[in-house]
Every structure is written in C-alpha cells, then in structure tokens.
C-alpha cells in the first residue's frame, strides 16, 4: 500500500497499511521537495504493541488493513482464504510510469545476530532465497496483467547498517537508504528497489505494529535522482499484528511474516513506483486489494505450517495479488490459483 506522509515531513512515502477495520482512502499529493505521500501496510490491531505509538502527522491512513486484521489462527486451521469473485472498485492506470523489471536491495538494518532464534544470519538466508527466487514465479507473473511490467525480479545487492537507533522516524529511514547508496555501499539504480528490513529490536516511529507492518515510497537524492524504497520490519516484534501464523514454513515466523509484506511492497512498488500508476477510487494499490488472504490453493508442510507456494527450495505463505483483468479484477495466489 502507499504510505501518505504530511507536507512537513521531507520523505516520500508509499506505505502500505494493514489496517483491521475498513479501506482508507490515500491521496498522493507531493510536498514542496517534490516528493510524493506514500501507502502503508496495516496491522492487527487486536495484537498491537501498545508501546510503538504511531507519529501523527506522518502518514494518512486511507488505504487498506495494514495489520492483519484475522488475529493467528488455531493450531491446525487454514488461513484466511477471502472471496474468489471480482474485485471492486476497479484498478485503473493514472498514467504514471511501472518498473519493468524491478531489483531488489535490501539494507539490514539493527542487529541481526541476536539469540531469539529470529533476527539471526539463517532468518536473512530466508529473505535471500526469497528475493532470488521470487521473479518468474507463477505467483509473481501476476503483475504481467500491468502493461509495461515484465513479471520478472532479479537481486541487486545488499548493505549492513547497524545502526544507534532502536526508534527510526521516516526521515531516518530514507536517510539510511542515501547513506546506502552515496556511500558506494549499494549502486543507484533506477530500477531499484531498495528495503530497509529491520531487526525486531528496532521499530518505526510512525506506526510499525500498531498502524502498519511496512511500506514503500519515493524520493529524490540530493542529486535530483529517484529512489523507490520501502520499510519492512521483522514481524517477531509483533506476530499478532504482522504475521499469519507462529508456525510457519521456514521455522522463523517472524521472517515469513515480514516475506509476505515483502512481496506486498515489491509488486506494489513495481506497478505503482511513484504513486501515480495504478491503484483504485480509493487509493488501494494492487497487493492493498488481496491483502492478508492466502487464497484456496493452501497445504501444510511436514512440520504442520500453511504455505500456499513454492519458490527455489522453500514454501512460503504469501498474501493474494490482484490480477488486472478487462473484465473484472481477482484476487489470485497465480493464474490458475484464487
């Protein structure tokens, strides 16, 4: 979803909200440094961490549920699978450009090689072999439905930040992601986009857990260039709010928790770059209009978890995109799968 941020505010941010009760409506103004407001991805606010209260004057919570709004489920009980028929209010082109073939790049930031089982190098290997895995998929050719979008993903690199703060504004947060690039540490690229995927000690102050799980945006450089970026946590700091289960594929809930809002951002920042592309009457973006569902097509791996894909060597639980079609819109896990 788009993340909509106050004039005061310098960041540009597409943030996609999860929230538990209805669909906001987002606008996409741009502030005085030509930066557009943004969509967000909300929370389960039954499960929200009272202590991340959101900042607010940062965002414009008017999109779609950011948090999960169905809570974990039972021991042994499918996720949320949602409707199988057309998806209203239509998603239309507002003429503003797509990413063809996006790259990924992801900033760790935090501290990654903590002992709670989450935030450790196996859980980033999780995220590696997604972002490698993850273009071409059935799944994500979905987004061939957008003119222009070529429903491939090729991995662009990564960078190590680790930070002083445990509490990032949204400034700070697109601070780390130049830091990234006009220190050589990671190459700019047009055709980038580029995740701060945060360690479960560190939060957002404008809402993650309690208004959100993450978000993507853009911006300019000092130097005038365009940056694509979005802010993803890991969802071990809230697993009520930003996951779909404590049991998950990979052995690392909060991991995959944060790997479905992943793939939420990317293809929403792949066919809605500047947040003037596609999205409904209502601000919601493609992911937006799917999210927290993980259609029919589910199953259980060996250790009980629910997946609905597999991608290299690993099963993942990912929520629906929307397939722009002609006709009427759905929600599908891949062309053949709702």
């Given amino acids: ?6 004039i005061s ?3 540009l941010a597409a943030v996609c909200l999860f929230r538990a009760s209805n669909l906001l409506n987002t606008a996409h103004a741009q502030n005085g440094n030509g930066q557009a407001k943004g ?3 909300h929370i389960n606010e039954d499960g929200a961490d009272a202590d991340d209260k959101g900042d607010d004057n940062s965002k414009d919570f008017t999109a779609a549920p950011e948090l999960n709004p169905y809570g974990l489920p039972a021991n ?3 996720l949320t699978t949602g409707g199988t028929g057309t998806v ?3 998603i239309t082109n507002h003429g503003g450009p797509v990413i063809g073939t996006p790259k990924i790049y992801i900033i760790w930031y935090g501290n990654w090689n903590q002992s709670n089982g989450s935030d450790t190098p196996a859980g980033q290997q999780i995220i590696r072999d997604w972002g490698h895995s993850i273009g071409g998929s059935p799944y994500y050719l979905l987004n061939t439905s957008y003119p222009g979008v070529s429903g491939n993903v090729t991995w662009g690199g990564e960078s190590t930040d680790t930070g002083t703060s445990t509490r990032l504004s949204d400034t700070a947060i697109f601070t780390v992601v130049k830091n990234a690039i006009n220190s050589g540490r990671l190459p700019y690229d047009a055709s980038g986009v580029y995740f701060v995927v945060t360690s479960s000690n560190v939060t957002a102050s404008s809402g993650f857990c309690t ?5 993507h945006t853009a911006g300019n450089n000092t130097n005038g260039a365009r940056i694509r970026y979005s802010f993803v946590g890991n969802a071990n700091r809230c697993l009520s709010s930003c996951a779909a289960q404590t049991n998950s594929p990979n052995g690392n809930a909060g991991i ?3 790997i479905s809002v992943l793939s939420h951002e990317l293809e929403e920042a792949n066919t809605d770059p500047d947040l003037n592309a596609w999205y409904d009457s209502q601000g919601a973006e493609n992911a937006d209009k799917c999210a927290w569902t993980f259609g029919h097509f589910q199953y259980q791996t060996a250790s009980g978890a629910w997946a609905n894909m597999h991608l290299g060597t690993r099963d993942y639980l990912i929520q629906r995109n929307l397939q722009q079609i002609s006709s009427g819109d759905l929600c599908k896990v891949d062309s053949t799968h709702n």
């Avoid at 979803?1 to 106050?6: C, E, N």
């Avoid at 208004?211 to 978000?215: A, D, L, P």
């Fill in 76 to 78: 042994g009980r499918a």
């Fill in 9 to 11: 505010l310098a960041v």
């Fill in 39 to 41: 969509h967000v991805h």
């Fill in 88 to 90: 209203l209010p239509k």
């Fill in 1 to 6: 979803m788009k993340r909509v941020f106050s």
């Fill in 256 to 258: 995959d928790g944060a």
């Fill in 211 to 215: 208004q959100y799980c993450g978000w």
